[in-house]
């Protein structure tokens, strides 16, 4: 009995004791307004990181290009060699004066209003029908014969040369004076080797989005009919 009265006394003298409320609490320990204002500060500097290394790269491709930048120019030469004592030479070269190297990808030849194909050709429509077997005999060039030529800088890609020779003398000034009288036209286009396109036509160079070549006009030194040098 004295048993349960203590049990029901320490019933009665134990009252129910509320639960305080729990307040949630940031695991930084930051008020919220200021982790904002962290995050957004952070996003905004990610984005101006982004937006700078962009920048730099454009920056940096210009100047790789800047340094690649090739420029080719067409040589017509009637002078002598090594000074006034040397032989007479005829020459069609290209010259790159530019930095970088030039991939010449189509090459036309224009004598008055006709294009020629090959050394011979030119030869025939400079001097003339008459003169013009005997002339080819007689002239006989030195040429490169690729399509295309991949010149480097301060370089040069020969198109043909013919040397005069006391053989060859008679022709040879009745062809320099044709191609003076006629007006010689060299016309190509070339790339760099960042696939950036330049077509030349006399003095006007524009730049395109590339060299189309037309097979029927491109100029190549060695007769396409002939299986053998001229």
Known sequence: AVTGRAEENCG???????????????????????????????????VCSIGIAIYNARIESRLLKANSYPYLVAGVSDGQIDGSNGAERISIELLNNGVGPANEQSLKIKLGDRYVTDVKDLIRTAVGSAAADKAVELLVPVYDDEPSRFIASRDRGLIFRIDKTPPNARYWDLFDNAMNAKRLTVEFCYCSVFDECWSVRGAIREQVRACVPDPHLEFIPKPRTSGIGV
């Open 12 to 46: 009665r003298m134990a009252p129910d004791i509320p639960e305080l409320p729990h307040h949630s609490h940031n695991a930084s320990g930051l008020p919220r307004w200021l982790e904002w204002t962290t995050a957004i500060s952070a996003l905004i500097i990610s």
